[in-house]
């Protein structure tokens, strides 16, 4: 079955091309800013990352990585945000989080990364480190779709709660008022110890009840966060940079091998995303790539369809010519997180001599619940 599977992926991820060069700009995911832009600039996909979500468990991970400080961490994966390691967020509520200033926005969605790699080369360590941040300037305000459904299921959970809780206290009352009827009937000590023990008894089946049911609300909220989760609309101005170090079989110091940064301008509103985004790429070689595009998005529970403009600037000692693509992208949700996706385009318009018109037919798969996701 996996291999049918398989050779259906195969199939169906057809391309279809009038003159299509190598070099092709890079689609316009993946020149967005990336979740972890230290991993990205280092060109590492670790397996692991360690994600603290204290003080004491970072300073555990770091110590644990460099052994206490006395070596450089071998192929070693960071991530995390210092306002959601705080005690902050514990007195914060939704309410509080519907409009964010920039200041408020720049602390509460900042995150950090750092990666290393470590191998031998000609009997010689060669090491590699990298660095960086991203965060939101400004990062929209709670949709009023989102407010309107988190206020319906606080009103039905407060609702089903007191309903709850009388019942739960009338069958406390009616134990306790059993429990004084016992102990009045009760002839000697040892009725009156069995009426004792029967009352706590009662009490610990009700107490009991009280926890599951506690227990099965916050399962079935948990089943539900990502339907209730604030969605953020409006105004969002992303940024991030990363800068990568490394040594060689000569040269045992770390050296600056380059840096990116990201801009990532976007606005948010219903069904409708419009969507830019700048990148800038330096390499220790003095290669230099700027690319940039923009991006209209129309989605529904199903479907996704854009319209994309892409554009690529190099600077390098090989000559690179520059490269332009606009393209249309169809996407229709099969089962789950499976696509199904179309593409159509020009590439390479009025830049080069040559053009190309390309088409793609796919299957992808999200392993992110959310296509497109704006914080």
């Known amino acids: 079955m996996k291999k049918v599977f398989l ?29 972890s832009p230290a991993f990205s600039v280092l060109g590492v ?48 509520s939704w309410r509080d989080d519907i409009n ?27 090491r590699g480190l990298s660095y960086g941040f991203r965060t939101f300037l400004l990062s929209g305000k709670t949709s009023d779709k989102s407010i309107t459904a988190i206020e ?10 007191a309903q709850y809780a009388e019942s ?10 059993e429990f004084f009827k016992k102990i009045r009937e009760a002839s000697d000590e040892a009725e009156k110890e069995t009426a004792k023990q029967w009352y706590e008894e009662q ?84 290669n230099r790539s700027s690319e940039y595009g923009v991006r209209f998005l129309y989605t529904r529970e199903r479907y996704a369809l854009s319209l994309e403009y892409l554009k690529g600037e190099y600077q390098s000692e090989t000559t690179l010519p520059n490269r332009e693509r606009f393209s249309l992208l169809f996407e229709y949700l099969i089962s789950n997180n499976l696509w199904a996706t179309l593409s159509l385009g020009e590439d390479n318009k009025n830049i080069q001599e040559t053009q190309s018109i390309f088409s793609t037919v796919g299957i992808r798969y999200n392993f992110s619940r959310d296509r497109y996701s704006f914080k």
């Open 45 to 92: 996909q670790p397996t692991s990352v360690e994600r603290p979500n204290t003080p004491a468990d970072l300073a555990v991970a770091i110590d644990n990585a460099t052994e206490g400080f006395r070596k450089f961490p071998q192929n070693f994966s960071l991530e995390f945000s210092p306002y959601w390691m705080s005690k902050e967020p514990m007195a914060l």
């Open 152 to 161: 319906q299921l606080e009103k039905k959970l407060a609702s089903f709660s």
């Open 203 to 286: 009490r610990k089946r009700i107490q009991g009840v009280k926890e599951k049911w506690l227990a099965d609300q916050d399962a079935k909220i948990q089943d539900d966060k990502q339907v209730f989760a604030p969605q953020r609309e409006g105004l969002f101005v992303e940024i991030a940079y990363a800068a990568a170090y490394h040594n060689d079989s000569v040269n045992a110091d770390l050296r600056k091998a380059g840096y990116a940064f990201w801009v990532t301008p976007s606005y948010v509103t219903g069904d409708y995303s419009l969507v830019g985004v700048y990148r800038q790429v330096k390499d220790s070689l003095s």
């Open 100 to 126: 964010r200033s920039i200041e408020k926005s720049l602390v509460r969605t900042f995150s950090a990364s750092l990666a290393t790699i470590s191998k031998e080369v000609n009997k010689k360590e060669v």
């Open 7 to 35: 050779c259906l992926i195969a199939v169906l991820q057809v391309t279809v091309a009038l003159t299509q060069e190598a070099g092709s700009l890079p689609s316009f995911n993946s020149i967005r800013t990336p979740n």
């Open 168 to 177: 739960a206290a009338a069958e406390e009352r009616s134990v306790q008022l």
